[in-house]
T-cell receptor, first 114, second 110 residues
Framework: AQKITQTQPGMFVQEKEAVTLDCTYDTSDPSYGLFWYKQPSSGEMIFLIYQGSYDQQNATEGRYSLNFQKARKSANLVISASQLGDSAMYFCAMRVRSNYQLIWGAGTKLIIKP | NAGVTQTPKFRILKIGQSMTLQCTQDMNHNYMYWYRQDPGMGLKLIYYSVGAGITDKGEVPNGYNVSRSTTEDFPLRLELAAPSQTSVYFC?????????FGSGTQLSVL
């Protein structure tokens, strides 16, 4: 069965500290993609980062990086030097080749403390 | 750049009423999706389309219908609104991998 698991329902982090948001996935398809989206309190879904299963290097986008450990089936999001504006819900999602759907995790609510 | 446009942004329906949520994209993406997001939850796929004239059910299709007559438009139809359909609805499109989302429709069925 294809599944995404985010085990941290909520996190509090001090401003300027690094943050790691956990995501584990399950699929038997060798070709898949992993996404992270941010949803601030305003409600829109903002794309952060993407990692393909065949990508050799971990994806990075500015302060965001994806710690992709294929053997462990994990795709953790790392935010460096957190800012107050990073407070939001963060969703991990997976897309497999055989299925056009994105499978979503339940999300992690991140709160950055000043 | 309009991207993905959803209308309306908010709507209150009475039980049994019908309505259509509109979604249009100007990026010439083949793939389009309708998701619902219940409070405190992740997204669940209602219907998706891989191109004009082709639609398929997602995880939670009951109570909804879609059509895709053009590449740009992907309306979602609620025929007999029920309180269980109270949710935030997101339309999205993608060229292949990355999804581009609309701003969402907050729907309440009372």
């Amino acid at each position: 069965a294809q599944k995404i698991t985010q085990t941290q329902p909520g996190m509090f982090v001090q401003e300027k500290e690094a943050v790691t948001l956990d995501c584990t996935y399950d699929t038997s398809d060798p070709s898949y993609g992993l996404f992270w989206y941010k949803q601030p309190s305003s409600g829109e879904m903002i794309f952060l980062i993407y990692q393909g299963s065949y990508d050799q290097q971990n994806a990075t986008e500015g302060r965001y990086s994806l710690n992709f450990q294929k053997a462990r089936k994990s795709a953790n999001l790392v935010i460096s030097a957190s800012q107050l504006g990073d407070s939001a819900m963060y969703f991990c999602a997976m897309r497999v080749r055989s299925n056009y759907q994105l499978i979503w995790g339940a999300g992690t609510k991140l709160i950055i403390k000043p | 750049n309009a991207g993905v446009t959803q209308t309306p942004k908010f709507r209150i329906l009475k039980i049994g009423q019908s309505m259509t949520l509109q979604c249009t994209q100007d990026m010439n993406h083949n793939y389009m999706y309708w998701y619902r997001q219940d409070p405190g939850m992740g997204l669940k796929l209602i219907y998706y389309s891989v191109g004009a004239g082709i639609t398929d059910k997602g995880e939670v299709p009951n109570g909804y219908n879609v059509s895709r007559s053009t590449t740009e438009d992907f309306p979602l139809r609620l025929e007999l609104a029920a309180p269980s359909q109270t949710s935030v609805y997101f339309c999205a499109s993608s060229p292949r991998e990355k999804l581009f989302f609309g701003s969402g429709t907050q729907l309440s069925v009372l």
